[in-house]
């Protein structure tokens, strides 16, 4: 249009733009670039420009109407439309605090320098290839020097702005240091386009047989070359392994799927693979949730077990391996199943691996996954009801939950089985949260899904089925023992909103339980002031009295064995007594601050607990003893000696 002055040639220039934004993010940046290049024409051709200026607006006109339905989206759920691109900006670059925003674009910029020729590694480039082979980039730097020498003139100065633009997406999206390869496919054209203008630069001074000799040399070169590293070095580590880009195992599960007539078990973690469910629709079209599917089987059945559970997953979020979920392909349809109980679940894969089982094999003869017989009337599922009715708002209805652990160590997950119900069809697609909660309040790990791992959104959902949603909610390796709470609830996947409960208006969340997270290893304590005192449940084993710069408090660390596990919540109470035995200051606390109170103490359990209490002047007797904060009640000593203990050491404050 701009070369040309034809109408139609800017109409159609603004609809290859508007089209473009539907592709990749990176398309953002094209706007950028023409307004770049009108920038160029208005120095170096400003009557050019005057004369182009309508048809200009005409294509940023067309191209903004065609885009109009993706850009009112991103603006009403920009969460949405950038939450992928808040993930992987600069900021998130693990070097950004320690060298900044500046060291890491330089960084970027020079890591996208060597990609031209030098060594481009990436995710999806395990070859480090460069972008041009070693004469074409020789090629290219002599194209680079023959465009700057005419970058007045727009012919070739286009390909310089373009490169330079095209590079921001990736240098914005500095969370890695190698320029990733979608990031940056705006830089191709006009990079091969500088390649070529070198080339013709280097014929032109070439007599011409000789042009069409070197013009041979050079595309054989690079035809033989780059045909060795497809059909040699990259067709090699294909063949080496299944590498995960390469889908082969999925394929070959969901290809083997849809051809197979028999009721089929498949790991959730597997289904939800998008090539397996894609190729599976082949057979069974409709997801569906039945709990009662089970009973109407026949006697045998095949379940799916892949040779490697714990392969990487590269769409949507990850997922660790649920051995306990599955789902059932039966006929033409996929029936999400209740989990199976735990135990059960773990020892499934080696009890039906005593069958012989079919293998399936991928496109390279490789057995990736294999089949086994099994009588369905053997599998123990979770069916725990607790019979709740919480709604969130007039749309979903969490029926049942059950934490399927109430002890776990850090590094465990701790598995949470929810059932949901739906009032009415709804279009809106709704994420479920689970949060583990310190007893501060405080999130310690989430595990937010779309049910089924993605595979079952709730749009998908029929009124009057019951949806099992199996989560498995971990647990940081470095979180505190102590007592923790799982909090559920539902958002919109779009804008983030929450539900709220119908009968609670503005709150979003409900508290299905507690968990206790117990200390990895059994930690020894040395108190160094031995001293017994048994309560109805616990006993004293001895205390610590430690200083501190302030000279009236004092830092008492007391240490407990629990007899038998409690259900009850007991608060310490501390009083320091004068000569006259009146209290002069107490610090009844629960135990740890609140963090590991008594109902979570294991029989046996050793449990050091430190608390602070400030004294005037004097010298004071520590009296120590539990009661239930809700009752007012005390334990009373075993030996029926009272419900108190005085601490041996006595305090001195100066």
Same mark, same amino acid.
């Given at each position: %249009? ?113 990609? /031209? ?139 083997? *799927? ?46 799916? /077990? ?11 979020? *990850? ?37 012989? %089982? ?91 899904? *779309? ?37 559920? %609830? ?165």
């Amino acid at each position: %249009g701009w070369q040309s002055g034809r109408t139609l040639d800017f109409l159609i220039a603004g609809i290859v733009l508007g089209i473009s934004i539907y592709t990749y993010l990176s398309a953002f940046t094209l706007p950028l670039l023409l307004v770049a290049l009108i920038a160029h024409q208005i120095i170096f051709a400003r009557r050019l420009a005057i004369v182009c200026a309508r048809g200009a607006a005409l294509t940023f006109a067309t191209g903004l109407a065609v885009a109009a339905p993706l850009l009112v989206f991103e603006i009403s759920y920009p969460y949405a439309a950038f939450f992928r691109a808040s993930q992987v900006t600069l900021f998130q670059h693990p070097d950004f605090e320690r060298i900044g925003a500046v060291g890491v674009l330089a960084l970027k910029l020079f890591s996208q320098m060597k990609l /031209f020729g030098i060594e481009w590694e990436g995710q999806y480039n395990p070859l480090a290839q460069p972008l041009l082979d070693p004469l074409w980039f020789a090629l290219f730097g002599i194209g680079l020097l023959a465009c700057l020498s005419r970058v007045r003139d727009f012919r070739f100065a286009w390909a310089l702005i373009a490169i330079a633009v095209m590079l921001l997406p990736d240098m914005i999206g500095g969370n890695e240091l190698f320029p990733q390869e979608l990031r940056v496919i705006g830089i191709i054209p006009p990079t091969l386009f500088v390649a070529a203008i070198g080339a013709t630069t280097v014929f032109n001074r070439i007599q011409r047989p000789g042009q069409i000799f070197l013009a041979v040399v050079f595309l054989a070169f690079s035809g033989v070359r780059a045909a060795g590293a497809y059909f040699n070095e990259w067709a090699s580590l294909a063949r080496k392994a299944d590498h995960p880009d390469f889908n082969l195992t999925e394929v070959a599960e969901g290809k083997w *799927i849809a051809q197979t007539n028999a009721p089929l078990l498949v790991p959730l973690n597997e289904y939800a693979r998008q090539p397996v469910r894609f190729l599976t629709a082949a057979r069974a079209k409709r997801l569906r949730a039945d709990a009662e599917i089970i009973s109407k089987l026949p006697d045998s059945v095949l379940i799916l /077990f892949p040779e490697i559970a714990q392969r990487p997953r590269f769409e949507g979020r *990850i997922y660790a391996n649920d051995p306990a979920a599955f789902v059932l392909i039966h006929q033409d349809s996929v029936y999400v199943l209740p989990p199976l109980e735990e135990q059960f679940a773990a020892g499934l894969r080696s009890r039906v691996q005593n069958n012989m %089982g079919e293998p399936i094999r991928n496109s390279i003869g490789e057995i990736v996954a294999r089949a086994y017989p099994l009588d369905p009337r053997l599998l123990q599922f979770s069916t725990r009801s607790l019979n709740h009715a919480i709604k969130f708002e007039d749309t979903l209805t969490l029926s049942d939950f059950s934490i399927n652990a109430n002890r776990v160590q850090p590094g465990e997950p701790i598995p949470l089985t929810l059932w949901w119900s739906l009032a009415r069809k709804s279009a809106k697609d709704y994420t479920i949260f689970v949060h583990l909660l310190s007893f501060r309040g405080e999130v310690v790990s989430s595990a937010d899904v *779309i049910p089924a791992l993605g595979a079952f959104p709730t749009f998908l959902w029929q009124p009057g089925e019951r949806v099992p949603t199996h989560h498995q909610l971990p647990v940081p390796l470095r979180t505190p023992p102590g007592k923790y709470w799982i909090e559920v %609830g539902l958002y919109n996947s779009l804008d983030q909103t929450r539900l709220d409960l119908l009968d609670l208006p503005g709150e979003s969340r409900v508290i299905v339980g507690a968990v206790k997270i117990a200390p990895r290893q059994a930690v020894v304590y040395n108190p160094a002031h031995l001293q017994r005192g048994e309560f109805d449940s616990l006993g004293l084993i001895g205390y610590d009295v430690m200083s501190t710069p302030n000279p009236h408090e004092f830092r008492v660390a007391t240490y407990w064995q629990a007899r038998a596990a409690m259900p009850t919540d007991y608060s310490l109470f501390v009083h320091a007594l004068d000569a006259r035995g009146e209290i002069i200051a107490q610090a009844d606390h629960q135990p740890q601050s609140g963090n590991y109170p008594t109902s979570i103490w294991d029989a046996g359990e050793i449990v050091r607990d430190e608390f602070s209490i400030t004294l005037p002047p004097g010298k004071f007797n520590l009296v120590i003893g539990w009661y239930d904060l809700n009752t007012g009640a005390r334990l009373g000593r075993r030996d029926a000696s009272g419900d108190s203990i005085i601490l041996d050491t006595a305090l001195e404050s100066r």
